[in-house]
């Protein structure tokens, strides 16, 4: 049974930087992209962004673009995501999951990991 588990969370000023980190473990994940996703309160899960297993693709949901960075370490099966310029809307419980490329896409994955809370105050 393969494992995710999210860390890094936490309270940050709007302007600052977290890093979230992903570490998978209980079986093999070559081959499956990476993603990140979000929830807020009230709203529904949505993707924030998403690498290939090679790390030769990223992809990112227009209102974090150009401030958050995914990346991932195939030999320690873990992926990060660099949030930088934080504001208050990027709130929410942040989740990592593997999948085919498309179905992350979709907000689907065949692994999700439990979420780590990110709370960006004004």
């Known amino acids: 049974q393969g494992q995710l588990v999210e860390s890094g969370g936490g309270l940050v000023q709007a302007g600052g930087s977290l890093r979230l980190s992903c570490a998978a473990s209980?079986?093999?994940?070559?081959?499956?992209?990476m993603g990140w996703f979000r929830q807020a309160p009230g709203k529904e899960r949505e993707f924030v962004a998403a690498?290939?297993?090679?790390?030769?693709?990223?992809y990112y949901t227009e209102s974090v673009k150009g401030r958050f960075t995914i990346s991932r370490n195939n030999a320690k099966n873990t992926v990060a995501l660099q949030m930088n310029s934080l504001k208050p809307e990027d709130t929410a419980v942040y989740y990592c999951a593997a999948g085919s490329l498309r179905a992350l896409q979709l907000v689907m994955g065949d692994y999700w990991g439990q979420g780590t809370q990110v709370t960006v105050s004004s």
């Open positions: 209980g079986r093999s994940f070559s081959g499956y992209a």
């Open positions: 690498i290939t297993w090679s790390a030769g693709n990223t």
